[in-house]
């Protein structure tokens, strides 16, 4: 109870300072500087100067995050997956990041092993190997036996959901403090923070990605020629995870695969169409489908693997996906235009017409292309281009999808040069706008439209008179909310704070000259020491505030 209204910052400041030092090490002092977070840093660090500009803002990022440790690595990871907010150079460093660092000892593995299960560890598996096959940030992987049948256990690190948990809560409260200081109508740095939030999350929940493997299992395990890794339930909490071992090459070993004798060509075309099936029947995908995610048995089965990373999609957006795809193909300006409004939030600010003579100029740059021609990187990423410049705002599980797309592209021009993914996407495209348009979908609409719309008059004459026994009893409020005085107010308030620093000094100058005039007291060097003590104090907040006033550049 004692602490609870203690403000967030200072409760963990110690991880705060940690975070400000980062970014002054590699160049982003003029970033703290802005957001007016150096009260925050020890007393040696506030008074030098700051360090400049970091001359590559994707590589100062990335190391910025490097430093900062596991959650910030996945915020980094999240943050390559947004095209539509970050320029390429920017995404391309970010998409360095690596979530691989040194796995934890065996006897921590095992002692979470026997925590999560009640057990000691020769009952719960009849062997598992000691040395993981993989390490990441939130667990790590060790190959195991669970009745006579390969599996792969994923044990999460000890402590990591309290480190994640206090990164999470500083997040926010940085994001908070950048919104206030920066409008932008392209993105809201809280619903940001917000929406890695939920993922760390999910993330933090082994039973969200046992799942997701059962969901995908549901609907692609029936697939010939397509493998979803079995979970076992009795041996997977939110801690600790178990499936089944999954024995294959990964993709992109290219070599490999020749020296099989798979055909490289099926299995691009094959794997494209079931990423396709998620995301236009589904509308449930796979959202990092890198080539480790991805292997091939020796019988040419393609496996999926790792689930923590999914995205969604409602059947609106899964329509206007598919028009997007249809615009594209019949390089249909207007299409492309109604495919984007269903995904995303135009702003009032967006000029229609301007939108579509840029849209019109990506169209002519591949006009006249064949169909397998057509590049759907270069595309979708001038489009994501456009909308960053017109302030259109994609959501999340979009710009997951994006990502998603140009890896499986560029895993089947790897597989096969002549690959094209739009010739996949195509026909899912055109069969959805037709089963969207037959009558019985169309009588479906409507009759669940005319339900909400139902719905709402009845509920009308109630919302009618509760508004007119507020006006009879004067109680209606109309509330109005002013734009762009949040700055002005913040900086009346340095300004204020300056001027009553100022005044304290000067009080202090005053009441000291009156001590040494009036020479009484305990004296120092034939001086009263109360007055040189005051002169002193005076002195030093004096310098303090001089120096604050000429770093903010405001002289």
């Keep these: 109870m004692l602490f609870r209204g203690v403000n967030r910052r200072y409760q963990h400041l110690r991880r705060y300072r940690q ?80 979530d691989e660092v040194p796995g934890i000892s065996f006897g921590d593995v095992q002692k979470q092993i026997e925590t999560q299960l009640g057990c000691a560890l020769a009952e719960a598996f009849d062997s598992i190997e000691e040395t993981p096959i993989a390490a990441a940030s939130i667990g790590q992987v060790h190959k195991a036996v669970l009745d006579s049948h390969e599996v792969v256990v994923k044990v999460m690190r000890p402590e990591i959901e309290n480190i994640v948990k206090t990164d999470l809560e500083i997040l926010y409260g ?18 940001l923070v917000e929406d890695f939030t939920r993922h760390m999350r999910r993330e933090l929940d082994y039973t969200v990605e046992a799942r997701n493997a ?23 909490t939110s801690r600790l995870l178990t499936m089944e071992f999954i024995r294959g090459t990964k993709v992109n070993q290219v070599d490999q695969l020749r020296a099989k004798e798979v055909d490289l060509s099926d299995i691009a075309r094959r794997g494209a169409r079931s990423f396709m ?59 492309i235009v109604r495919g984007l409004r269903g ?44 909308a960053r410049k017109h302030g259109i705002r994609l959501p999340s599980d979009f710009a997951l999808l994006v990502k998603a797309l140009l890896l499986i592209e560029g895993i089947g021009r790897e597989l096969d040069d002549t690959f094209n993914i739009l010739e996949i996407a195509e ?15 169309a009588l479906k609409r409507v009759l669940h439209d005319g339900k909400d719309y139902g719905e709402m008059l009845l509920l009308l004459p109630n919302k009618l008179d509760t508004a007119l026994d507020l006006i009879n009893h004067d109680k209606l409020q109309i509330n109005f909310r002013h734009r762009g005085l949040e700055q002005l107010i913040i900086r009346l308030d340095i300004a204020s704070n300056r001027l009553s620093f100022a005044l304290i000094v000067a009080a202090l100058v005053i009441g000291s000259s009156l001590m040494v005039q009036a020479n009484k007291g305990p004296a120092f060097l034939g001086l009263p020491l109360i007055g040189v003590a005051g002169f002193i104090i005076a002195a030093f907040f004096g310098i303090w505030l001089i120096i604050s006033i000429v770093r903010s550049g405001r002289l």
Excluded at 214 to 236: C, D, M, Q
């Design 19 to 98: 975070i400000l030092e980062a970014f002054l090490r590699h160049g982003f002092g003029y970033l703290v500087q802005q957001l007016d977070l150096f009260y925050l840093l020890p007393w040696r660090r506030r008074l030098f100067k700051v360090e400049g500009r970091q001359p590559s803002l994707g590589r100062g990022l990335r190391q910025v995050f490097e430093d900062l440790g596991p959650t910030f690595i996945k915020l980094g990871q999240t943050l390559s997956t947004r095209s539509d907010l970050l320029s390429t150079d920017v995404i391309e460093e970010l998409g360095k990041l690596q």
């Design 174 to 191: 940085l994001a908070r403090i950048a919104r206030d200081r920066y409008k932008t109508d392209l993105f809201d740095p809280v619903e």
């Design 214 to 236: 059962e969901r995908f299992h549901a609907n692609l395990g029936k697939e010939p020629g397509i493998h979803i890794p079995k979970v076992y339930w009795s041996h997977t």
């Design 277 to 335: 099936q998620q995301v236009m029947i589904y509308g449930f995908f796979h959202g990092d489908p890198h080539p480790g995610n991805i292997l091939i048995e020796d019988d040419g089965t393609i496996a999926f693997i790792d689930f923590g990373q999914v995205g969604r999609l409602d059947q609106a957006a899964v329509n206007s996906l598919a028009v997007l795809f249809v615009g594209i193909i019949r390089q249909d300006i207007p299409a």
């Design 343 to 386: 995904i995303a939030t135009f702003g009032d600010q967006v000029d229609l017409v301007e939108l579509e003579r840029d849209i019109d100029d990506v169209v002519f740059r591949h006009y006249g292309k064949a169909l397998g021609a057509l590049n759907i990187s270069e595309i979708i990423n001038d489009l994501l281009h456009l």
């Design 427 to 441: 026909p899912f495209a055109r069969e959805l706008l037709r089963k969207r348009y037959r009558p019985e979908e």
